[in-house]
């Protein structure tokens, strides 16, 4: 399996909490990602990383956040949870190489009662 | 803009048996790749088949295989011998292969279902 880890795998929050979600991948890829997938539907890229210290927004907006200090690292933030942002999160990385696959961690399901 | 549509929700088969999932695409690219990722249930998401639109010979990885058609924007996978661990929601996935795209787009998925 890919040495991709995220944490909480589960979390129910009460509206307007701040949230973080975890991603650390040990294999040293360049490339990070957050996809967000509701139930039966297709994953929607909400950010990504180059690098240390780059962040982009991806195709569906997004009121989370991201940072990327580390290579390693790369959190996503809910500022103040609502119900809408309730769905599951996954996380990725890839190398640098063209055809280099994604390697998703086992995801973090969020519910904001 | 790219589309992937996987026009079958579920799909169940014999195990043991052969089972196709189907996939089109939508793009004015020539030079992109094509992915199925599998997720079996609570599980990571995992890589199952690649294929880079350049090479005309059809991908395969042991029991899996696709059928590429590029003319036709399609990218079917074929599961041959079907196990009780391939049971899991399937996803076809599109990139463009120019530096920089880092859009991967995905279809709806399938979930295949295998009787024992």
């Known amino acids: 399996e890919a040495d991709i880890y995220q944490t909480p795998r589960y979390l129910v929050i009460g509206t307007g909490k701040k949230i973080t979600l975890e991603c650390s991948q040990t294999?040293?890829?360049?490339?990070m990602y957050w996809y967000q997938q509701d139930p039966g539907m297709e994953l929607h890229l909400i950010h990504y990383?180059?690098?240390?210290?780059?962040?982009e927004k991806g195709d569906l907006s997004s009121e989370s956040t991201v940072s990327r200090i580390r290579t390693e690292h790369f959190p996503l933030t809910l500022e103040s949870a609502r119900p809408s942002h309730t769905s599951q999160y996954l996380c990725?990385?890839?190398?640098?190489?063209?055809?280099?696959?994604?390697?998703f961690g086992e995801g973090s399901r969020l519910t904001v009662l | 803009a790219q589309t992937v549509t996987q026009s079958q929700p579920e799909m169940s088969v014999q195990e043991a048996e052969t089972v196709t999932l189907s996939c089109t695409y939508d793009?004015?690219?020539?030079?992109?790749?094509l992915f199925w990722y599998k997720q079996p249930p609570s599980r990571q998401m995992i890589l199952v088949i690649r294929?880079?639109?350049?090479?005309?010979q059809n991908a395969t990885e042991n029991r899996f295989s696709v059928n590429f058609q590029k003319a036709a924007k399609s990218f079917s996978l074929k599961i041959s011998d079907s196990q009780l661990g391939d049971a899991a929601m399937y996803f076809c996935?599109?990139?463009?292969?120019?530096?920089?795209?880092?859009?991967?787009?995905f279809g709806t998925g399938t979930r295949l279902t295998i009787i024992p």
């Open positions: 990725a990385s890839r190398p640098s190489k063209a055809t280099g696959e994604l390697f």
């Open positions: 294999m040293g890829h360049d490339k």
């Open positions: 990383s180059y690098g240390v210290n780059s962040t």
């Open positions: 793009t004015s690219e020539s030079d992109y790749y």
């Open positions: 294929q880079e639109a350049y090479k005309q």
């Open positions: 996935a599109y990139r463009i292969s120019n530096f920089g795209n880092e859009k991967l787009t």
